[in-house]
C-alpha cells in the first residue's frame, strides 16, 4: 500500500509510523491511519460508527501518543476498528472524531497494535506541513 499521508520506518520488533500532513492535525490524523492501517485496509472498513472525544495536551509529541492511545482504546471498547479520523487543535485542547466499524469476518485482520510509545517520537514542522512519528507496540 503506497499512500503520501503516511509511511512507516523499521524499528526492531515493533512498527514506527509517521503522518505526514499540511498542518499539526493532518499530520495527526494520516500518523492515526497509518496505525490502523497495520491493523485492517483503510479502503476496505466502511463508516458505520463515529467516537469522539476530546483531551488537553500542551505538548505536541504528548498530544500525538495520547490520541493514538484513546484511538486504540476506543477500538478495544467498541471492538471496532477506524479509518478516517478528524483531529481539531484549538490551542492546549484537542477533538478528535474516528470513523470506523465492527470487527467482522469480512475484514481481514492485519497485526494487532498493543500502543503508542515514546520511542522515537517526533512532531515537527516541515517545508510543507507537518510530520509526526512514534513506535507503536505489536
Not at 71 to 90: G, K, T, Y
Request: charged share 25%; hydrophobic share 45%.
Amino acid at each position: 500500500m503506497e499512500n503520501a499521508a503516511f509511511d512507516y520506518f523499521e524499528h526492531g520488533a515493533d512498527i514506527g509510523i509517521i503522518g505526514r500532513g499540511p498542518t499539526l492535525a493532518k499530520a495527526f490524523e494520516s500518523a492515526a491511519t497509518a496505525m490502523f492501517a497495520i491493523m485492517a485496509e483503510p479502503s476496505k472498513v466502511q463508516q458505520q460508527l463515529s467516537v469522539q472525544f476530546e483531551f488537553e495536551e500542551t505538548d505536541p509529541e504528548f498530544a500525538l501518543v495520547t490520541m493514538l492511545n484513546r484511538l486504540l482504546a476506543e477500538a478495544r471498547l467498541q471492538h471496532a476498528v477506524f479509518s478516517n479520523f478528524d483531529v481539531i487543535q484549538n490551542g492546549l485542547r484537542w477533538k478528535v472524531e474516528a470513523l470506523g466499524e465492527p470487527w467482522n469476518d469480512k475484514l481481514e485482520r492485519g497485526t494487532e497494535v498493543k500502543g503508542a510509545t515514546l520511542t522515537m517520537l517526533s512532531v515537527k514542522p516541515l517545508e510543507a506541513g507537518w510530520e509526526a512519528r512514534c513506535v507503536v507496540d505489536v
